[in-house]
């Protein structure tokens, strides 16, 4: 299987004191089993192997809970209770696909849409938009989150004008949430397990992109010093997460 990098963006959690020039060809090199000897050792028009995607997970799932009955009156004037939104508790095969359209974190600060990302030709995931400093990515040609198997989504730490989306992303601790709103109109939430930095020249692929037994989450942007020569990152931050719970919006 190809050696490959981890995903790679302009960010940082602290941003360099002075401006540096804009990167126009930003590329998350596939996330998958793979990246770190892919640069040194092949070529970029090498496709990326290992990158997790729906033809690897199995597609039994269990269908969303559905909403809780309404609440019968006792007498004919007695208003049926309000009925709270439904939740479960999260199946290990996962729920069915759908695209997510939102990410909160509240212990961060963190409410933006997402984006699709796909690969380019050099078999590379694509960057979120530079230009944009709340928004972040979703790899398509993987689980959708809540599915079963790693969901890959990245964000920038920076832009020129300053902290984007995944600014705070390192701070975040064990326990706390990170919340999922899908076009389905589930909201899945996941718990943070772990809150990891790795160097890209030695980026553990098959810990962060194997697939998984249970539906995961796998949230990335970059870290660590900036190398001016390199005009990148040296490190990318990664949260490990599992799905806690599923609600109805």
């Known amino acids: 299987?190809?050696?490959?990098?981890?995903?790679?963006?302009?960010?940082?959690?602290?941003?360099?004191a002075a401006p540096r020039p804009r990167r126009n060809h930003l590329f998350w090199p596939a996330a998958a089993v793979a990246l770190g000897a892919l640069l040194i050792h092949q070529s970029l028009d090498s496709p990326v192997e290992g990158l997790p995607n729906r033809t690897s997970v199995r597609t039994t799932y269990i269908p969303y809970a559905q909403s809780l009955a309404p609440t019968t009156p006792t007498t004919p004037t007695t208003p049926a209770a309000p009925t709270a939104p439904a939740v479960a508790a999260p199946d290990d095969k996962g729920l069915s696909r759908s695209v997510p359209t939102r990410?909160?974190?509240?212990?961060?600060?963190?409410?933006?849409?997402?984006?699709?990302?796909?690969?380019?030709?050099s078999g590379q995931l694509q960057a979120p938009p530079i230009d944009d400093d709340n928004l972040v990515g979703w790899f398509e040609g993987g689980v959708s989150p809540g599915e079963r198997g790693s969901s890959i989504v990245v964000g920038h730490v920076d832009t020129e004008e300053g902290p984007a989306v995944f600014a705070q992303l390192e701070t975040l601790e064990p326990g706390q949430f990170v919340d999922i709103t899908r076009t389905d109109g589930v909201v899945a939430r996941f718990k943070v397990d772990s809150v990891d930095t790795f160097s890209k020249a030695n980026f553990p692929d098959k810990k962060v992109y194997a697939d998984t037994p249970g539906p995961e989450l796998r949230l990335i942007t970059c870290g660590g010093a900036y190398d001016r020569t390199k005009k990148d990152y040296v490190d990318n931050v990664v949260v490990f997460a599992h799905l806690d719970s599923v609600t109805d919006k």
């Open 1 to 16: 299987m190809a050696s490959s990098q981890p995903p790679q963006t302009e960010q940082s959690g602290s941003k360099p």
């Open 103 to 121: 990410i909160s974190i509240p212990d961060i600060g963190v409410n933006a849409p997402f984006t699709k990302l796909s690969l380019s030709p």
